[in-house]
Each structure stands twice: as C-alpha cells, then as structure tokens.
C-alpha cells in the first residue's frame, strides 16, 4: 500500500511540475483559462499513459539495474527520492525533469546495491536526453518559419487565423497524450517491475496521479513556461506542440524515456528565435533551467544513496 500511495504521489509531483510541457503555450496565447487547459492536459494525459504507458515503463524498471533488484524496498526508495525533489522544483516553478528525477534515483540504489548498472543503456538514455531539446528546436524553427511564409500572403494569413485557436488545442492535446505516454513511466516503472500491480494496472494508478496533480498544481509551473520564456501567440504555440510532441512520441516508439521539459523548452526557444530573433528569448530563465536539468540525476542519485542507508540503518531494511 505504501508504494502504491508513493507512486500516486510521484505521478501528482510529475503532473505538477509536467503539465506545463503541454499547456503551456495555450496558457501563453491565452486561448483560454489556466484551469481549463490543466483539465484537458490531465484528461490527454491520462489517456496516452493507458495506451502507450507500458513502452518506457519497461526500460526504465528493468533497462538500468537487473530487474531482480528491483524489490519492492529499492522502488519505495527510488519514490521517496524522485518526489522530494520534484515537489521542491514545482514549488519554485522550476520545470525539471521527472525522467532524470527517476532515472538518477535508481542509479543511484543500484550503487548503494552494488548492482550491475547499465552502462550503456544509461549512454543511450543521455544521448536521447541531449537530443531531445535540440530536435525540438530545429523542428519548431522550421514549422514556424513555413508559416511566416503562408502569411505572406493574406489569404494565408487569414486562414492560419482563424484556425489557430483549434489547431493550438489539438495541438496540446497532442502533448499531453505524449508525455502520459512517456512519463507515467518515471512514477510507475519501479512498481510493475516489482511485480506488485500488472503494467497496465501501474500505468492506470500513475496517470490518475498525474492528471490529479496537473489539475490541483499545475498552474505554477505552467504559467511559468508560457509567459516568461519568451511572448507566445497562438500559431508560435502550434508550431512548439507540433514540435514537442513528434519528439516525444518518437522517443516512445524506441521506449526511450525522455524529458518533455527538454522538448517543450527547446520548442519554445525555436519559435522566440523564428519569429523575433534570439533577443526575445529570456536567457537568464533558460539557464536556470538548463542547470537544474544538469544537476537533478546526480542530485537524486545521491539522495537515493542516503535515503537507502537511512532505510537501511534505521528501519532495517535491505
């Protein structure tokens, strides 16, 4: 029960802080209230994590440590980690990578386990992860330059338009599906791989969490992203969904658990740049960003060290 609760509490920390990777820029373009977009997110969300949640909640249960050290006490371990630190970053607005939250935290229990880590499967990971944000941002960059070019003309003009407030909504929904799919993963891979609920059963209980997490919380985050990266109309907001989600759903055909933070971020930077140059985009946020990404795997990989052996010294387990 315990690690039931936790992995609802990690999908509530992850719909909190992630939401924003979807709705975001409908936020941004002001399409419609903050809470009305978190309630499609979460509804997008939960979707794709039943239909595609399974693909990445494998490789990360199973593709870093040997899945038999996967006990229920190592996946308790690798909550508890991964949901302080996300909860600490949705509070200060920060959108951090739930994947690196989870994936740090289980490299770190396979150490203090003297486990056989997955070396090269962790090179892929981090390959994909570096990937992920640039390939958002040259996709985002051309499709948003290939609409500067239909307005040009005014009948193009006029018809991206009056499309772009349908378009940005399927377009986020798209997101959403996509980051259900890929990030329920990150809350629930630890418990299917401990063999205590089935993987679809994992994936129902972590995209619960998340959609309960993206409705309740999700405005901190997601207000964050949409107006203080850079100023987001409807069709800049169209090209960074289309941008983001064919990311992150590529990712998910190869079951590679990416960051929909990386994509949504780097989408975003490629449309301030198509649209108004490099000077729209605030420099100082992307940095902050940046440095939280690079610091959460080491981070929750040593807070998983410790809460191991605080586990282990003062409850007796391991």
Avoid at 106 to 118: D, M, R, S, W
Avoid at 243 to 256: D, E, G, Q, S, Y
């Amino acid at each position: 029960m315990l690690l039931i609760l936790l992995a609802i509490m990690y999908g509530f920390a992850i719909g909190a802080n992630d939401a924003a990777n979807s709705f975001g820029d409908w936020i941004g373009a002001r399409i419609g209230k903050v809470r009305t977009g978190l309630i499609l997110c979460s509804i997008f969300a939960l979707i794709g994590a039943l239909l595609e949640g399974w693909k990445v909640s494998k490789t990360i249960g199973g593709g870093i440590i040997p899945q038999e050290y996967v006990t229920v006490e190592v996946a308790v371990a690798a909550l508890i980690t991964a949901i302080i630190w996300v909860m600490i970053a949705s509070l200060a607005g920060l959108p951090i990578s739930s994947t690196h939250s989870i994936i740090g935290a289980v490299t770190g229990l396979g150490i203090a386990l003297a486990a056989p880590v997955n070396l090269v499967g962790l090179k892929r990971i981090v390959i994909c992860w570096l990937t992920t944000p640039t390939g958002a941002f040259v996709i985002s960059f051309t499709i948003y330059s290939v609409f500067k070019l239909i307005m040009r003309t005014p009948r193009g003009k006029a018809v991206l338009f009056r499309l772009s407030r349908i378009l940005i909504t399927l377009t986020s929904g798209y997101v959403a599906y996509t980051w259900g799919a890929n990030d329920v993963g990150n809350a629930v891979a630890v418990v299917s791989a401990s063999g205590l609920l089935t993987s679809f059963q994992s994936c129902l209980v972590g995209g619960l969490g998340m959609a309960a997490g993206a409705i309740l919380l999700g405005h901190m985050v997601a207000t964050n992203v949409g107006f203080n990266i850079t100023n987001i109309t409807p069709l800049m907001g169209i090209a960074a969904d289309l941008a983001t989600a064919f990311t992150i759903h590529f990712f998910t055909k190869l079951r590679m658990p990416v960051s929909t933070s990386h994509a949504i971020v780097g989408a975003i930077m490629g449309v301030g740049v198509a649209s108004r140059g490099f000077g729209s985009v605030n420099l100082r946020l992307i940095r902050d960003i940046v440095l939280t990404w690079v610091i959460t795997p080491v981070l929750t990989g040593a807070l998983a060290f410790a809460v191991f052996n605080v586990m282990k010294i003062f409850f007796g387990v391991f």
